[in-house]
């Protein structure tokens, strides 16, 4: 058992580890335990019958005297693409809306507050190829492309605030393409847009061949089920990204990702767990599964022959809290809703506890990397 | 088996998991594997005739054309502290003393380089009790203290840099107390001194009670074996101050610490690996064992009754590298000495593969920092 069929590291230690034991590597490995959800069994059924996982956790907090509960369940959607990579855009597109469609269905069941799909969620992750077309047909405008018109239907239709990540064309300001997630409010209406921060040039990353570094600063989203922000992807990786969105407000960030095993997997539970911890918040990591196979060759910058995919997507999409806790991650390699109870109460309880905001020193750093930023700056370096 | 009696989570997953299962579950850990060391016979047999343990890994790098591997030995040391608290200061600090001297004389006969104590090792951590005496006579001159004078002559003895984590009084101006670190070079000379830059304020970890946050900004100590920073302990949870030490060149972070059990043990494993995943960089974090007993009462901010220990420190120090792979950790409860043999090299080819730094938008980070800080900011919200 290895690569995309083994199905989950939690599965394995819940297997081999003796009762006792177990409590403790989880309390190591998870932080304060979280409560499996309770979640109607038409549910479970509804998502057995449409093929995908279904999983649910709670984080708790301590009770206050003054605030209630601030209880918000949000939905992260893992999946992989269901049609061809050469199948005709508009089918690809129609396939991944109906997938979608039905996983959004179980959310609603399940009570689900806010939902976020995956990275680039209604096309491959094609950007490996290096190819313009047909790839950027896929791009579509936030303010009104047929995506944002289903997801704003989805959102009303369900009471659900829909975060949806897509290729953005900017037809108002040029043309160009954009890494873009929108986020529609409950009420249907489009709250606004964020876009990538930071572009990878890794591997077969090759993302900076077809958009550039977001341009819309760190902006959090006000919902009536809390204040949101998304870091895209490899924006996971500079911990300022999500430093600047914690300032601006945000309880949760969701990070939807695309990213393989060979390059991240062991890197995957440490990122947005570090972020969670490191800014009172709670961060949801998604990540697409499956591997997706490309009409022509490509290459990889890895010395290795051309090849026509570049490896499987591991899922492990999971949700982390300011406390540390996190929940079980979803399968690694079969499509997946992960509902996470949060009581936002917990962002402001960690912060009392550990004042990492009190105590973080900004005026300093915003000093020093002002200065280091200089092309003539000289750290200081003690020798002998 | 709970507690600190619970030897390690490396031990108990060996122990139970199948091997084939047992490599994806490392993989998905800990990252690529670490090579174990083979150190030599008699540097096992003094640890065993002195009790402690003695653990080697070493990471690898791919091999350059122009640049030899640049290989490197760290040793982090965890220690107890030997004599009860309300022994006599100077007794205290021999016992210590002659410890760590036993400990560096088997670091010497494994060829560590670079070795760093815990944080404050000359003393229990006794911030807990919020007592001015005796704790503040533990504190000694940076420069020509008697700690410092001992470690110039066992870095001269074994050609090794020693870092060593003090409590400072500043004689010089103002007769006030800094949580430092001294860097003294393999050649006996005191190469200066690093401040801790975050001071907690959680739970018993009254430390702003005897000292305030660094001024001496992010110094980096270039040394025949690779330019270090030292990041002393809750410093850990601010990624600002690891990136500002990695931006200032630093290839090998040591983090001395001491933290507690119901604390912060999920978070230990996250952050300092996070750190060496997000700076392209190498990062030691180091932990103290044991219970530290007060001979007066005091209490914890818990609600609870009042007690004289603050729990157990878990130890597990453990060295992360720069492609998010790690060594397991030491023992939870033994004193032990980690030998890490690291090929610097792994940095720059990890900052060539994840391009972190150029990717980084710092100029974008000053500025938004620099208006974050301001008390008028106002952050960007949407709202319906």
């Known amino acids: 058992m290895a ?3 083994w199905e989950s590291l939690e ?5 081999h580890i003796p009762p006792a034991e177990l409590r403790e ?3 190591i490995l998870y932080g304060k335990e979280t409560r499996k959800l309770d979640l109607p069994s038409r549910a479970f059924e509804a998502a057995s019958r449409e093929d995908f996982e279904l999983q649910g956790y709670a984080f708790e907090a301590a009770e206050e005297q003054l605030r209630r509960p601030r209880i918000v369940r949000v939905g992260l959607v893992q999946n992989r693409v269901p049609l061809p990579t050469d199948a005709p855009v508009a089918e690809q597109v129609a396939a991944l809306h109906k997938r979608i469609e039905a996983i959004v269905e179980v959310a609603a069941v399940c009570g689900v507050n806010v939902i976020c799909f995956q990275e680039v969620w209604t096309m491959p992750f094609a950007f490996c190829t290096r190819e313009k077309l ?33 290729l953005e064309r900017d037809g108002e300001h040029g043309d160009v393409l954009w890494n873009t997630a929108v986020v529609i409010s409950n009420s249907g209406a489009v709250l606004g847009k964020t876009r990538k921060n930071h572009i990878p040039r890794v591997g077969d990353f090759n993302e900076s061949t077809y958009y550039m570094e977001g341009n819309l600063g760190h902006p959090v989203f006000q919902t009536p089920f809390g204040r949101i922000a998304v870091n895209i ?3 996971r990786h500079h911990p300022l990204n999500w430093l600047m969105y914690s300032i601006n407000g945000a309880e949760i960030i969701f990070n939807p990702s695309a990213t393989i095993g060979a390059l991240s997997e062991s890197l995957w ?5 570090n972020a969670a911890i490191a800014n009172h918040c709670f961060t949801c990591a998604i990540n697409r599964v499956g591997v997706e196979h490309y009409p022509n060759e490509f290459t990889s910058g890895d010395r290795k022959k051309a090849h026509c995919d570049f490896g499987y997507f591991y899922g492990s999409s999971y949700v982390a809290a300011p406390d ?4 079980p991650g979803l399968s690694r390699s079969r499509d997946g809703l992960l509902v996470a109870e949060l009581n936002l109460n917990l962002c402001r309880q960690m912060n009392d506890v550990w004042n990492f905001k009190m105590t973080g020193r900004y005026e300093m750093y915003a000093r020093e990397l002002a200065e280091a930023v200089k092309p003539n700056y000289s750290p200081t370096v003690l020798k002998e």
Chains 1, 2 share one sequence.
């Open 3 to 5: 690569g995309a069929e």
């Open 11 to 15: 599965q394995c230690l819940e297997k």
């Open 25 to 27: 590597v989880k309390r």
């Open 134 to 166: 047909p790839w950027t047909e896929f791009a579509e405008s936030a303010e009104d492309g047929p995506t944002t018109r289903f997801c704003q239907k989805l959102a009303k239709k369900h009471d659900v605030v829909v975060v949806s990540p897509i």
């Open 233 to 235: 992807c490899y924006g």
């Open 269 to 273: 539970p440490i990122e947005a767990r």
């Open 324 to 327: 540390g806790s996190r929940t």
